[in-house]
């Protein structure tokens, strides 16, 4: 299985995450991907393969226009008001107040974010971009005819939706994958997420569509970032209704119970009977992980890679999540070794 990776993904770094109360340093930083390609080398996976440019046309078909343009001056005005420092907000329109677009960068940051956790770096648009050129060039590997291709995204994408980042993503990775297999002529394409947090922005992005399967297994949002969505009764809206699952999951959930609710989510996949599937691939369901409460353990994930490629589709991994950086290469590939052994 090829491997597509961009060093351009390391000029995303951000100095702080504000969490539990306290300041520290970054969960979603560039060693994470270190410890992956290390992996994908020691195991032969495969081949490893720099990115094409697509520029923004395709990421336009699933982002708002405003939204992309805002990202690309964001940390250029932000450095005009507060200097070289991370660009973050710390206000957001919730309930009682307008959705108004405000003019000044600190007020923009506002708009088009959910959370505080998602630095905007001065590097951050090359790497994001380059993260999207990722699983583009991955998907085109596929529509070339591979079985499957592992796209080593970073910064991660399925918190983003059309005009909103937060959880540590920026532009949404596999949705713009699976809208350019629609535009390249597949007529169904399905989206599994087993990322430990529900993927708010994929499901957002495609809930009104019959096109695009989105089906999603993670920590329950009672309890769980990014707590505002997630829940088993959104199945989807107007003609996408029935083409959104969720399968929320409490605290402490391990191998018995997730992988029956693997196995239900994979019978829906098979009954919608897709082209092509994207797997966002996330490995923030170990036991290990540090903000996550799932108990998956490493030879887990060969499970889950044999049950996938059981679906006997062309299958692009997306990479998301996962914070137990020690053990982040060995889970990951253990996912794609596992697809490839079945
Ligand atoms: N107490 C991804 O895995 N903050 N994003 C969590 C936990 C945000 C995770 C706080 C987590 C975002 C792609
Ligand atoms: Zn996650």
New binding site residues.
């Given amino acids: 299985m090829n491997t597509i990776f961009s060093e351009d993904h390391a000029l995303h770094h951000g100095k702080y995450e504000l969490?539990?109360g306290q300041l520290v340093s970054p969960f979603e930083n560039p060693s994470r991907l270190d410890h992956i390609i290390a992996r994908v080398r020691e195991t032969g996976l495969g081949a490893v393969i720099e990115p094409l440019d697509f520029g923004t046309a395709p990421i336009k078909r699933v982002h708002s226009e405003a939204f992309v343009e805002f990202l690309r001056t964001a940390h250029a005005e932000w450095r005009e008001e507060h200097g070289d420092c991370d660009a973050l907000p710390l206000c957001w329109p919730s309930r009682t107040l307008r959705h108004v677009l405000p003019e000044t960068i600190d007020g923009k940051l506002s708009y088009y974010s959910f959370?505080a956790?998602t630095p905007i770096t001065a590097g951050t648009w090359q790497a994001i971009t380059a993260s999207v050129n990722v699983a583009l060039t991955g998907a085109e590997q596929i529509r070339a005819g591979q079985r499957a291709v592992f796209s080593l995204c970073r910064p991660?994408g399925?918190?983003a939706s059309a005009d909103l980042l937060g959880?540590?993503?920026f532009f949404n990775n596999a949705a713009i994958a699976a809208q350019s297999f629609r535009d390249a002529g597949a007529t169904k394409v399905a989206i599994l997420d087993v990322?430990?947090?529900h993927g708010n922005g994929t499901q957002a992005i495609f809930y009104d569509r019959s096109d695009v399967l989105f089906v999603s297994l993670h920590g329950h949002p009672a309890q769980e970032?990014p707590f505002f969505l997630g829940y088993s009764e959104e199945t989807g809206a107007g003609e996408g209704e029935g083409f959104n699952v969720n399968f929320p999951m409490r605290w402490g959930t391990g191998w018995p119970e997730y992988s029956q609710s693997l196995d239900t989510a994979l019978d829906h996949l098979r009954e919608f009977s897709p082209d092509t599937v994207v797997i966002s691939l996330?490995v923030?369901t170990f036991e290990k992980d540090p903000?996550s409460q799932f108990k998956l353990k490493s030879e887990d994930y060969l499970q889950i890679g044999a049950r996938i490629a059981n679906l006997d589709l062309p299958t692009l991994f997306v990479m998301?999540?996962g914070y137990a950086v020690a053990e982040i290469g060995i889970n990951a590939v253990n996912v794609l070794t596992g697809f490839e052994q079945a």
Wanted: charged share 25%; with cysteine.
């Fill in positions: 969490i539990d959370d956790g991660p399925h918190h959880g540590y993503c990322d430990y947090h970032f996330g923030d903000i998301e999540g």
